[in-house]
């Protein structure tokens, strides 16, 4: 019952999403376009449920190839990052793209998220229990981890930090997600995301 309310509930909110934020789409499509090179959607390998690769949608943020410029994790201060791109980072709109994800299926609006695959081959047994639920757009990790670009800023090696401090805490909490879910304790994540995001 709860899979079937949780799928119900997220492609009726991502088309309602998606019509009521095309003009907000049109907008960012035309700044990213009209002030750097490159396509106005970013698509990188993410692993989802049981293991399944698949292609996130974000808004591009950074410069074209930025993946081969630098690290695959992403701190504030990331001279990758372009104008346009620290505005629609800064309030999260680089991830409203990812409500086609959620629409086709790829994603939920409520759950893990998706990591890349390099990360993943570091999971442990225990941490792979996460790909036994579809990843999500927001989640306890996402709520609590909000600051996690300044904790990458102030780093001296930040894909170290991020590997062996910020992952493995996020992951813990990813499980504990996975111990608590239900329909109306996803709404409740929905709401701190968004009062998160305000605040």
């Known amino acids: 019952m709860y899979s079937f309310c949780k799928r119900a509930f ?12 095309l003009w907000l789409f049109v907008i960012v ?7 750097s090179k490159g396509p106005v959607i970013f698509k990188q390998e993410r692993v989802g449920l049981n ?7 974000k808004f591009r943020s ?7 410029k630098g690290l695959q994790i992403t701190s504030k201060e990331d001279n990758r990052i372009t104008g346009v791109g620290k505005f629609i980072r800064k309030y999260k709109i680089d991830e ?3 409500l086609f994800n959620v629409l086709f299926g790829q994603m939920s609006f409520v759950g893990p998220r998706p990591e890349v695959p390099k990360y ?16 999500g757009i927001t989640d306890l990790a996402s709520i609590e981890y909000c600051n996690e670009n300044d904790l990458l800023d102030s780093s001296n090696d930040p894909e170290s930090t991020y590997i062996n401090t910020i992952m493995p805490a996020k992951l813990e909490l990813n499980l504990a997600y996975i111990e608590k879910a239900g329909f109306w304790y996803d709404i409740g994540l929905i709401f701190k995301t968004f009062a998160r995001i305000l605040k």
Do not use: H, R
């Open 120 to 135: 993943v081959a570091l999971y442990n047994e225990e941490q792979k229990k996460v790909l036994t639920v579809k990843p």
């Open 96 to 98: 409203l793209a990812q």
């Open 51 to 57: 293991g399944k690769i698949f292609k996130i949608w």
């Open 29 to 35: 499509s035309i700044a990213i376009k009209t002030t």
């Open 10 to 21: 997220d492609i009726v909110a991502s088309m309602f999403g998606i019509i009521c934020l």
């Open 62 to 68: 950074m410069v074209t190839n930025a993946e081969k």
